[in-house]
């Protein structure tokens, strides 16, 4: 889902625990300029990549941006979600 939830979009993922990874670059860049100003270059880009794996605490490998900091610290204080699970008799 897109910030605000202004968009969605079907992963199509098969419904099981998955570890995802979450790499971004240039978030700090990004965040000083304005959103959707067509003559400004995109200096941020963001990866996503999904593994089937049990639930697990989340693991910060490398941080170097301001915003990054910001969203683990209070990311950390929300726990692991509760969610049931077809695929083990949730």
């Known amino acids: 889902m897109q910030w605000a939830g202004e968009a969605a979009w ?6 099981t625990d998955y570890r995802v ?5 240039g ?13 400004e270059p995109q200096v941020d880009s ?11 605490p989340d693991r910060v490998i490398r941080e170097t941006s301001q915003n990054a900091a910001y969203r683990h610290r209070y990311a950390s ?7 049931p699970n077809p695929g083990r008799g949730g």
């Open 77 to 83: 204080t929300l726990g692991l979600p509760d969610t």
């Open 46 to 56: 963001y990866l996503l990549q999904f593994r089937p794996a049990p639930p697990g």
């Open 10 to 15: 079907d992963l199509d993922l098969l419904r």
């Open 27 to 39: 978030m700090d860049k990004g965040r000083e300029l304005s959103i959707g100003v067509a003559k």
């Open 21 to 25: 990874r979450y790499c971004a670059r």
